[in-house]
């Protein structure tokens, strides 16, 4: 089926550029173009769309007014901002109800690509309340505490850059949103920002704050769901192993960004349980007694109790957020490389290495991730695995010594 896409701007002359500039699409798109808020939504209110893309700075109801509404009525809808304007009520405006932002001027291609990919990342997921669960997500939950420590570090004279380094490191979700953020073409960033360091000190300890401070951003995990899915073992585990598939990608490639790449997608690989946690915990919880009546497994009975695996979840939600392609493969296919299709992505076996053999001995047979020793054949890797070992009992003392 055609996608339908919905572009809003109350500069007609931008809306027949757009018309002109994306003619070649019509075949993939239907496209539909309003001059106001208003007008968007009594066309979404006649018929369904998979995306909107709105200028942000309009009379009377901004873009920004408009995607909250959109994502309050529809949140399955992937939702985008196209504008010139970047300043920093633009950003802090934005950060609830966009999923990216693309500045003008905007060329075909990068248009075209961002909307496809979005809307992509999507289609994974079949049932329509889990759709609108993940694509009105606006982060994921964060460790209790994490935003005191915050608070009291934002209300210091002169607070630490890398303190608040230090606190974001230690939690997923103030991790992807503070990437997603920096990404973004609010910043005017030219290479893809993966490390924490560089996102905190391109954003800024005050930009941050406010980031924080925000109504609806950030919700912390409760006491109850924190010790019901031991999620700081879940943490811990994540943190750990982008720390062994960073030092596993830096064996395999100088490339920078390739490494970076693979270290982050290890620390987001299991976030989507996070997610399931926090709005699906009756049937989540249930899971492991799941496994042992049925005999399946863990990612088989997500897929039958909830639609999709925590993987696919989280690789749909970085997908909407403008992640990498290769950082969306490693988390979506950490378990089943064979599955993805792509061979000799650095990142994805970085990731999968790291999660197999860090939790050999963790877990007992029974619950352990199978090492797909065929893909790690098929790319020439199978060769080092006790190599391999030795990097994760080393990582893991250090992270222990530190």
């Avoid at 915990?281 to 899971?287: A, C, G, K, V, W």
């Avoid at 000799?344 to 076996?349: K, N, R, S």
Wanted: glycine share 8%; charged share 25%; hydrophobic share 45%.
């Amino acid at each position: 089926m055609k996608r339908k896409i919905l572009f809003v701007d109350d500069e007609p002359n931008i809306l027949e550029g757009l018309r002109r500039m994306l003619r070649g699409m019509r075949k993939e798109w239907t496209m539909s173009f309003a001059e106001n808020g208003a007008e968007a939504l009594e066309l979404l209110a006649c018929e369904p769309f998979d995306a909107v893309v709105s200028d942000m700075r309009m009379p009377g109801m901004d873009g920004a007014e408009l995607l909250l509404k959109v994502r309050q009525r529809y949140p399955e809808i992937v939702r985008l901002i196209l504008s010139g304007q970047s300043n920093e009520e633009t950003i802090l405006k934005s950060v609830v109800p966009v999923h990216q932002y693309l500045a003008k001027p905007c060329n075909s291609e990068l248009l075209r690509d961002t909307l496809s990919r979005a809307c992509t990342s999507l289609d994974i997921i079949h049932k329509p309340e889990l759709k609108r669960m993940v694509a009105g997500a606006v982060s994921f939950p964060l460790m209790p505490g994490l935003l005191d420590e915050l608070a009291a570090l934002f209300s210091e004279p002169e607070p630490s850059a890398s303190h608040a380094v230090d606190i974001v490191s230690r939690d997923i979700g103030m991790t992807v949103k503070l990437l997603q953020l920096v990404n973004s073409a609010f910043f005017g960033v030219f290479s893809h920002i993966s490390g924490v360091k560089q996102a905190v000190e391109l954003l800024g300890i005050e930009t941050i704050g406010k980031v924080v401070s925000i109504p609806d951003v950030f919700h912390p995990f409760d006491d109850g769901l924190m010790k019901k899915f031991d999620l700081d073992g879940i943490t811990g585990h994540c943190l750990n192993t982008g720390r062994i598939a960073g030092r596993i990608a830096a064996a395999m490639t100088e490339e920078r960004q390739v490494v970076d790449n693979a270290r982050i997608a290890g620390v987001l690989h299991d976030a989507g349980k996070m997610l399931f946690a926090a709005e699906c915990t009756d049937l989540y919880e249930r899971i492991p007694a799941m496994m042992e009546d049925e005999e399946m497994s863990f990612l088989g009975i997500e897929r039958k109790t909830l639609g999709a695996t925590h993987a696919e979840i989280g690789a749909c939600l970085l997908g909407l957020w403008g992640f990498p392609d290769d950082v969306m493969i490693a988390v979506a296919y950490h378990h089943n490389p064979s599955d993805s299709g792509v061979d000799g992505l650095v990142p994805l076996a970085a990731v999968h290495i790291a999660e197999v053999l860090g939790n050999e001995d963790r877990l007992d047979a029974n619950r352990r991730v199978q090492l797909d020793e065929e893909y790690l054949g098929s790319i020439g890797m199978s060769t080092n695995l006790s190599g391999w070992r030795t990097l994760c009992k080393e990582t893991e003392r250090e992270s222990v010594s530190v």
